[in-house]
């Protein structure tokens, strides 16, 4: 079976810290990625996804970028923090066509 | 641009009630997908409809697909408290993989 592993769960950074989240896939190969963000009380707002190692899309112009080093997975960077990348943030996988899994997210406070 | 409209955004019900939360979508996709979010925790897959008049369930809750009226229903019958969570309806852009979420209902069950 397949399963979705995010770290860390909880992070609190200072604004102006980098950033680095990631998700591994386990039990599935060439999975379509994502990383959505849901702020609190929010619905879920999608950031990249990629569909194969270096491919990555970008949904949202933002200080946030995402890389595939490899097929299972997807890391999610920034330089420098900001105030408004607090969130929960969510990676996710499918085979395409049909529902998307979910990672037990991390929780991003950034003060 | 697809649009995930949801309602209501918030329901508060008593057990043993019945209601049914709306999703409607702007595109002609004949997919729809449910989620359930508990609070502080990810989202976890409850439904996956593929096609017109598709129909699902499982014990109390009921999701069913219009794809001529774009509408999708999440009916509860006989609400209990477990059943309190966030409910996410999703649907596929025209092209591709990427899903547009609705803003979520957040319901919950009185006893």
């Known amino acids: 079976s397949q399963t979705i592993h995010q770290w860390p769960a909880t992070l609190v950074q200072p604004v102006g810290s980098p950033l680095s989240l990631e998700c591994t896939v386990e039990g599935t190969s060439n999975p379509n990625l994502y990383w959505y963000r849901q702020a609190a009380g929010r619905g879920l707002q999608l950031l990249f996804y990629?569909?194969?190692?270096g491919q990555i899309s970008s949904e949202v112009p933002q200080n946030l970028s995402a890389s595939r080093p490899q097929d299972r997975q997807f890391i999610l960077s920034s330089k420098k923090l900001l105030l408004s990348d607090s969130g929960f943030y969510l990676c996710?996988?499918?085979w395409g066509g049909g529902s998307q899994y979910f990672g037990p997210g991390t929780r991003l406070l950034v003060l | 641009e697809l649009k995930v409209e949801q309602n209501p955004l918030f329901l508060s019900m008593q057990e043993g009630k019945n209601y049914t939360i709306y999703c409607n979508y702007s595109?002609?996709?004949?997919?729809l997908y449910w989620y359930r979010q508990d609070p502080g925790k990810s989202l976890e897959s409850l439904f996956v409809l593929l096609s017109n008049g598709a129909v699902k369930q499982e014990g109390r809750l009921m999701a069913s697909l219009d794809t001529k009226a774009r509408l999708s229903t999440l009916h509860i019958t006989a609400a209990v408290h477990d059943l309190s969570a966030t409910y996410f309806c999703?649907?596929?852009?025209?092209?591709?993989?990427?899903?547009?979420f609705g803003a979520g209902t957040i319901l919950r069950v009185k006893s």
């Open positions: 595109t002609t996709s004949d997919r």
């Open positions: 990629s569909v194969g190692i």
């Open positions: 996710a996988w499918d």
């Open positions: 999703a649907g596929p852009l025209e092209y591709g993989n990427k899903l547009v």
